[in-house]
Every structure is written in structure tokens, then in C-alpha cells.
């Protein structure tokens, strides 16, 4: 007997310590508490409701679990306790709230478990005793689920009864009890519920045999039926759009059941879930099927394949609800516009995933300002692995140039936990991070890396390489001609497309507007019907502008192409072109490039225009434009239109406000009134008039005046003339009347011949004084 008892002690120490210890993670979010549980080979459950929450028995009793750290993560709120049971390997949750417990794989023998706040419900119970590890749902006709209900003994009248007594004779099996359960919280996705557990898989070979699955080998076709859970239901029940998100009026936010991609996947594997999904595109009379062709489209999406989608779609004319969100989608995952979705005003700013989209469909740079910045950080987490390395770099370029650096981080994050190694998507984001900041040592070094050592991703890096050497002012010629060399071999691609309008940008910024024009010709052959305004063409032009190419500029101008050019222009090289040719004395071509704004009533628009009137000789209409403007350029217009209407005084008054002395001087002495030449002139102006006596000179000022002025007219210090017989200068103060002398009156005549010319010589220094009118 002790023999006995030692041999078990032995056994049972044995068997303890090959116990596999299971990683148990845990982590908090808005709706629910999840605890991941990572076991080290495959493992089934079942789950039932307990007294104070729910119960999970595992089909293995050879695991131990860590619960030490649990509650690091999450608070007590849904889950007050947690606790683990051996040797019948029952783990037990204590649920103090109204709440549900959803149980699903999220990775090779990992399994989540989310305890949810309880949804509204709409006569649709949840309860049941019994799990599987598996979700197995029919996929296809109808008679789908009458082949699996004749396999299983289970009617699908009888799933969906909910007054029949399973506590009479009439008892459900455990795996009628999966059935109604799986069926009843799918339905609910589709009614709108938020579906984040991840994607229903099926694996019926590998399901423990106690947990009455059929035998035998199941066909792939039949298999891939039972792998799209929620197109069953799709067909039956098409999700409605949900427009009554916060994105205002005229704005389209699609529900979260419409755009939730991560229930569009079967399998990680893209082989798998593409032939899978390929699988009864046509029937026996080659006629397609609208719901096969609908998964296949969505697995392609799913998976980052933009074009495959969009071939598939345009193949298979079919009725497909969505057919115009997945071919925008098709486009937005290769980095093109997408036309007709995601791109009206406000749907950035919608609560779910429409806000995601909406800012992917944006070209990098260009976000809106209203973006709802809550639901583009959850829904690009819950994106499939391959759209988040996809999209994300395109998204962390937008959010770092609208100003949101911390979003972009957190995108940033979530990229790199995608991958488990450094990848190329990843460097270029910490590149575009350190670019946005000014770092364009770390910017560069970076793209660098990316363009030598990743053939798929250089003319992306190249592109980005190209943009950094222009911002930083370091272009070189030596690296256009190798991204030259590099652009003909993605072609007409987006990519190709990119980098090209980066040559053509960065030659122009060089200053070598042949090879970019030569580049322009190539790009706009590649990529035809470019939309209005082009921004690679107007920055081309807006380059010629600021280095002065124009000659060039002319030739542009007067080519026979020059109306559909123009058009071409954005606002700002708009601005400028009109600029500079009221410049080059064209006022009719600059009052046409005006004319194309439309009602833009923006300051440096109606200085322009106020411009433009003073050149055409409408100072009235100049005012108009610019009447309550007191900027110093509009000071200075508002002069010149009260000087063209001969209001002198206030054209004065304005030139001196806007610092222009020399103007404000010149409609002084036009107007003739000595207080306001004394007023608005220059300080030599009120000296001349103290010394010619038309302003009184009083006190030691007075005095600095006088010999300032006596030196501004004689060219040296001291007296202009003096009198011997009076001792008193010939020009201020000289005595009259029986005073006057033949002598000194000789004198005053040769000062005042010597002063005449000084002062026209002063006048009349560039041509246009007032001067002219003394004459």
C-alpha cells in the first residue's frame, strides 16, 4: 500500500510538472474587457453561464494559467474575479455587470475572451450552455442548410424556434445549442451590432470528436461554404447605411456592419482565402453568382488587392448593392482617387469607419480640418494586417502635415506591432515623421536605405527622397538622374506616376525647366486626362515665377495651348502669375487670370484687383476693393487711387502710415499747403520751408533748421551770403526798406539767382518731383 501512495505522489509530480504554463494577457477597451489566452498546442472549450458569471472548461487538463497580472490591465468593472480550477481545467469569471462573453480564436491556438456590455435587445436571446471552439455556419443557397441539418439531425426551422421546450422531451444536443447561438449573434452583426472579435474560422477536421462534429472528409467547395458566416445572412438581410453619423448635412457615414473588414476574411493566409473564395463564382450554366462574386471582391480588398477587386467587379456584371463603395475602396488601396466615395465634405468627421476611409482617400498633405480623429485611430487597428501596412504610411503623412503628430504616432505604433521585424513601411513612416519635423538629415538617410535596399518600395522612397532634397533646399541633379533611370520601370503605375511629378518638381526647383518640361510631357502621356488644377504643373510654373524664367513664361503663355494651361494653375500660382503680369505691363491678361477666381474674396485676391483697376485707370473701383483694408501693401493702393482722384492730403496721410516717406512727401507738395508738406514730408522738406520763411522758425530749433538749410542749399556750412554793409545774411533776416543798400540789394539778387537753382536742383533730382509744378 505505501508503495502504492509513493508511486502516485511520483505520477501526480510528474504530471504537474509537465503542466503547460499559458500566457494570459488582458487589456481594457471602451465596450469590453478582453483576456487572451496564448496556449502552446490546439485546445478546445465549452462555455456556460454560472451563478456569478461564466464558466470555461477546456478539453485539456495539462495547462496551468498565470492569472497574476490580469487585473494590471483591465479594472473589476465586468470582471470582479477571475480563477482556475484544477484538475477539471475549469477556468471561472466573475461578472458583477449586464454583460456578454464572446469566446473566438484570434490566432494559432490563441483564443480571446471579451466580456461586452450588453446590447438592446430586439427579441433575440443570447443565452445558451454550451460553446465550440469553432463558428461553423452554412455559406451559400438555401440548400445549404438543409444538406448540414440532414448531416447533423439539426432543422433550421427548429434552430430559429424560440418557444420550442428544450426541457421536454424534445432536448437540443450540444451542438444544437452552437448552431442557434452562433446563428442568433451573427444576425445581430448584421442589425448593426460592433463586430471586433476578429474572423469566424472553421476548421471541422481538427474539432474534438466529443464535440459531435461529423466524420469524414469534408470537400473544399463544402468547406468554403461554412467559412463566410455572415454573407448566409447578407443575402437574407443587406445591411442598411448609417447616415446619421456627425458629419452634417449632404455627408454619407456608412454603418460599421458595411465597412468591417475584419469579418471579410476566412483565413490570414491569402492563398487560402482566395481560392477559397473563387470557389462557385459560376454556376452549372456559367451564370455568376452575385454573392460569391461579393465575397471574392471583399477578399481581395481585405487582403490590399485594389486592382484584382476592381477586375473582378467590371468582369461580372452583377447586381452588387455596394458596387460603387468597393470599386472607391479598389482605388484607395492602390493609391488613387476615388472619384464618387469618400470625397464629400464632412465624412472624415463621421463617427466609425467612413472617417478611416475618407482621410485614406485624401492625396498625402491634403486632409480636411474636421477629422475624427477617435474612430481613425480604432478602425485602422482593426483593419487586416496587410491594408494597415498599406494605408498607414499614407495616413501618417496626412496626419503629420494637418498638424496632428500624436495620431500619427499612435499610427505608427500600431504598424510596427503589425510587423514582427523592421520593414520597409515602417522606415518610411519614422522617415516621413522626421521629415514633417525638419530633421532632413535622418529624412533623407532613411529614404536613402529604403531606395538601395527594397526593389518594390524604391520609387516610393525615391519619390519621398526627391520632396525631402526640395523642402530642405538640397536638390541635387545627380539624384534626379538616377530617379529618371528609376521611373520607367513602374510605368503608368501610382507609383511611377509619383515619382515622376517629384522629377518634374524637383528639376523645376533646380532651375532646369527643359528637363522639367521634358519630364512634364512624359507624365501627362503616362497618366492622360490629368484633373484641373494640376499640382505638379502649377508648381513647375510657380518656379519659373519666383527664379524669373520669363522668357519662358511668355512662350507658355502666348503657345496655343495657353488657355487649358492657365486653367491648369491652383490658386496660388494663379495669384502670381497675375502678379507679375501687372509687372510686365499686361493688366488685360491679368484682369483674365483674375476673372478665373470667381468670387474669391480673399485679401491678397482684392489687393490684385485693386492693382489691376489703378493700371486700367479706375482709382474709384481700386477703393472699393480695399476701403477698410490698413495692411501696409493696401495702404500704399489706397495712396495711389486717393492721388489718382486728387485727394492729395489723405493720399499723404496713408503713404505715411504705410512708411513710405518719399510718396507721402511727393503729395505734400503737390497739394501746396505748407502744414501738410511740414506734416507728412521729410525732415529736409520742413527745413527748406523754415529757411524760405513759409514756416516760422523760432528757438534753438529754429536755428538747426537755418543752417540746415543753408547747407542743403550751398552744398557747405555757413551762411548762403553775407552783407558787408549789414553784417546780416542776404537771405533771412535781410533788412528792407531805407536799409537796402545798392550794394546788398545786388547781393540778395546773386543769393536768390544761387538759392533758385539749388532748389530746383533739389526738385528736380528724379524727373517726377515736384519740382515741375514750381516751374
Not at 81 to 106: K, N, R, Y
Not at 156 to 173: I, P, Q
Not at 763 to 771: A, E, Q, R, S
Request: proline share 5%; aromatic share 6%.
Amino acid at each position: 500500500m505505501r508503495t502504492f501512495l509513493i508511486s502516485a505522489i511520483l505520477a501526480l509530480a510528474a504530471s504537474a510538472g509537465h503542466a503547460e504554463t499559458v500566457r494570459v494577457l488582458s487589456g481594457e477597451h471602451e465596450t469590453f474587457s478582453r483576456i487572451v489566452l496564448v496556449f502552446g498546442s490546439a485546445i478546445g472549450w465549452k462555455e456556460s453561464r454560472s451563478r456569478d458569471g461564466y464558466e470555461i472548461a477546456f478539453d485539456r487538463s495539462d495547462i496551468a494559467l498565470d492569472l497574476s497580472r490580469v487585473f494590471e490591465k483591465i479594472p473589476r468593472t465586468r470582471i470582479s474575479d477571475i480563477a482556475f480550477g484544477t484538475p477539471d481545467g475549469v477556468l471561472a469569471l466573475t461578472v458583477p455587470c449586464d454583460c456578454d462573453l464572446d469566446i473566438f480564436e484570434v490566432g494559432k491556438n490563441t483564443i480571446a475572451l471579451d466580456v461586452r456590455d450588453r446590447a438592446p435587445r430586439t427579441g433575440v436571446g443570447l443565452s445558451s450552455d454550451v460553446r465550440e471552439p469553432t463558428l461553423a455556419f452554412p455559406f451559400g443557397a438555401p440548400e445549404a442548410f438543409e444538406t448540414r441539418a440532414e448531416a447533423t439531425g439539426i432543422l433550421l426551422g427548429h434552430a430559429l424556434d424560440k418557444s420550442r421546450n428544450r426541457s421536454s422531451g424534445d432536448v437540443a444536443t450540444a451542438e444544437d445549442a452552437v448552431r442557434v447561438r452562433d446563428m442568433e449573434r451573427a444576425l445581430l452583426e448584421q442589425l448593426g451590432r460592433a463586430a471586433t472579435q476578429g474572423v469566424a474560422r472553421i476548421d471541422r477536421d481538427a474539432a474534438p470528436a466529443d464535440f459531435g462534429m461529423p466524420d469524414g472528409d469534408v470537400s473544399g467547395g463544402e468547406s468554403s461554404r461554412h467559412i463566410q458566416t455572415r454573407t448566409v445572412f447578407d443575402s437574407v438581410l443587406q445591411p442598411a447605411k448609417d447616415s446619421s453619423g456627425s458629419g452634417g448635412a449632404g455627408t454619407k457615414c456608412y454603418g460599421e456592419e458595411v465597412l468591417d473588414l475584419s469579418q471579410w476574411l476566412s483565413t490570414d493566409d491569402p492563398a487560402e482565402a482566395i481560392a477559397l473564395a473563387r470557389v462557385g463564382l459560376t454556376s452549372e450554366l456559367d451564370k455568376p453568382d452575385a454573392r460569391q462574386v461579393e465575397n471574392l471582391v471583399r477578399t481581395y480588398l481585405a487582403f490590399g488587392f485594389g486592382a484584382e477587386a476592381k477586375a473582378v467587379l467590371t468582369e461580372f456584371d452583377v447586381a452588387i448593392k455596394e458596387r460603387s463603395l468597393y470599386l472607391a475602396m479598389a482605388l484607395i488601396v492602390d493609391g488613387l482617387d476615388p472619384e464618387t466615395e469618400f470625397g464629400r465634405s464632412g465624412e472624415a468627421s463621421c463617427d466609425g469607419p467612413t472617417a478611416l476611409w475618407a482621410l485614406a482617400a485624401r492625396a498625402p498633405g491634403s486632409g480636411p480640418d474636421d477629422i475624427n480623429l477617435t474612430s481613425v485611430r480604432s478602425w485602422f487597428v482593426r483593419l487586416p494586417p496587410a491594408l494597415r501596412i498599406q494605408l498607414g504610411p499614407r495616413l501618417v503623412e496626412t496626419l503629420l502635415a494637418t498638424g496632428h503628430s500624436s495620431d500619427a504616432r499612435a499610427i505608427r505604433d500600431a504598424i510596427a506591432r503589425t510587423t514582427s521585424a523592421p520593414s520597409t513601411a515602417l522606415m518610411m513612416v519614422d522617415a516621413q515623421e522626421a521629415l514633417e519635423s525638419g530633421d532632413y538629415d535622418t529624412a533623407l538617410a532613411t529614404f536613402s536605405e529604403v531606395v538601395a535596399d527594397s526593389e518594390s518600395d524604391a520609387p516610393e522612397a525615391m519619390a519621398k527622397l526627391l520632396r525631402g532634397m526640395r523642402l530642405g533646399g538640397r536638390v541635387s541633379a545627380e539624384t534626379i538622374l538616377d530617379a529618371e533611370a528609376l521611373a520607367f520601370e513602374p510605368g503608368g503605375t501610382p507609383a511611377g506616376q509619383s515619382l515622376f511629378e517629384e522629377i518634374v518638381l524637383s528639376w523645376a526647383a533646380a532651375g532646369d525647366f527643359d528637363s522639367s518640361w521634358r519630364n512634364w510631357d512624359e507624365l501627362t502621356r503616362q497618366s492622360p486626362g490629368r484633373k484641373s488644377p494640376d499640382s505638379v504643373f502649377s508648381g513647375m510654373f510657380l518656379e519659373m515665377i519666383r527664379q524669373g524664367a520669363d522668357g519662358k513664361i511668355l512662350r507658355i503663355l502666348n503657345s496655343d495651348h495657353s488657355e487649358p494651361l492657365t486653367e491648369s494653375l491652383n490658386r496660388e500660382t494663379r495669384l502670381a502669375l497675375a502678379e507679375w503680369l501687372l509687372d510686365a505691363g499686361q493688366p488685360v491678361r491679368a484682369r483674365d487670370i483674375l476673372a478665373s477666381l470667381g468670387s474669391d474674396n480673399a485679401l491678397a485676391v482684392r489687393r490684385l484687383r485693386a492693382r489691376l483697376a489703378l493700371e486700367l485707370g479706375q482709382p474709384a473701383f481700386a477703393l472699393s476693393h480695399i476701403a477698410a483694408e490698413d495692411d501696409p501693401q493696401s495702404l500704399s493702393l489706397r495712396g495711389e487711387a486717393l492721388s489718382a482722384l486728387g485727394d492729395h492730403a489723405a493720399a499723404a496721410d496713408l503713404f505715411a502710415r504705410a512708411g513710405q516717406s518719399e510718396d507721402s512727401a511727393r503729395e505734400a507738395w503737390l497739394l501746396g499747403d505748407v502744414e501738410v508738406v511740414s506734416a507728412f514730408g521729410r525732415p529736409e522738406d520742413g527745413a527748406f520751408l523754415r529757411l524760405i520763411g513759409a514756416l516760422p522758425a523760432t528757438g534753438d530749433a529754429a536755428s538747426d533748421d537755418t543752417a540746415d538749410g543753408q547747407q542743403l542749399l550751398s552744398g557747405v556750412p555757413g551762411p548762403v551770403q553775407e552783407s558787408s554793409a549789414t553784417g546780416v545774411s542776404g537771405v533771412v533776416g535781410a533788412p528792407l526798406g531805407d536799409a537796402l543798400t545798392l550794394d546788398s540789394s545786388r547781393n540778395l539778387i546773386e543769393a536768390s539767382r544761387t538759392a533758385r537753382a539749388a532748389i530746383l536742383n533739389l526738385l528736380n533730382t528724379d524727373g517726377d518731383g515736384p519740382g515741375r509744378v514750381l516751374e
